[in-house]
């Protein structure tokens, strides 16, 4: 069975601070994709990394894949308050390229003004 | 455009009635697909729509769900004798293709509390 564990569960920061988000599995996947999450609404995605090794840059935050395609990470340099909110990590499951995601069970961030 | 939609976004029910969401996603996205996001936690995969194909129902919990959509469009998850562990928000996501290339929009969900 495919897992995403994520690290840490909560994180609260002063805002200007730095901060990365784990995401972890004992599985191959072919990609995976970060999307954040606001109170009342759905995920949205972020970005989609393919490439072991591959990293991405959008505006303050940095997302890497690991070599092995295993595990991912998510960092944001000087956060500010907008950037509050649930952060999940989600991969494909199942045979044949689907869509099906399994999703981490997500990392709350709090930035204080 | 028109995001996705789903009605209602808040619905208490008591336990053992039946309870029907919907969901209305982009116009010309073939695929559909229905989560469950328990409090605090990650999405959960339920069932998938690709056009006239039969639907992936792999993730369904229990033979208390059940999903149908028409042809390309709206699409309702049904859950009989709702149980508290049903409990959680319902989210439908929609995408022009099937196939995790193509990125998969979100509607705000529908929020279940069974009393």
């Known amino acids: 069975t495919q897992l995403l564990e994520q690290s840490p569960q909560f994180l609260s920061i002063q805002e200007g601070e730095n901060l990365t988000v784990y995401c972890n599995s004992s599985?191959?996947?072919?990609?995976l994709q970060w999307y954040r999450q606001e109170p009342g609404e759905g995920p949205v995605l972020l970005v989609t990394v393919v490439t072991g090794g591959e990293v991405k840059k959008l505006k303050r935050l940095t997302f890497q894949f690991g070599d092995a395609r295993k595990d991912s990470s998510l960092h944001i340099t000087a956060a500010q308050p907008g950037d509050t909110g649930l952060y999940l990590c989600?991969?494909?499951?199942?045979?044949?390229?689907?869509?099906?995601?399994?999703f981490g069970q997500g990392t709350t961030l709090q930035v204080k003004p | 455009g028109a995001g996705v939609s789903q009605s209602p976004s808040n619905k208490v029910t008591e336990k053992g009635k039946d309870v029907e969401l919907r969901c209305d996603p982009i116009s010309g996205h073939t695929a559909l697909y229905w989560y469950r996001q328990r409090l605090g936690q990650g999405l959960e995969f339920l069932i998938y729509f690709q056009g006239n194909s039969a639907p992936d129902k792999s993730g369904l919990p229990s033979d208390r769900f059940s999903a149908e959509r028409t042809g390309e469009s709206v699409s309702t998850l049904t859950i009989q004798r709702t149980q508290q562990e049903d409990s959680a928000v319902y989210l439908c996501?929609?995408?022009?293709?099937?196939?995790?290339?193509?990125?998969?929009?979100f509607g705000p969900g529908t929020r279940l509390t069974v009393t």
């Open positions: 989600a991969g494909p499951i199942g045979s044949g390229n689907t869509g099906k995601l399994i």
């Open positions: 599985s191959v996947f072919s990609s």
């Open positions: 996501a929609s995408s022009l293709a099937s196939g995790s290339q193509y990125e998969q929009y």
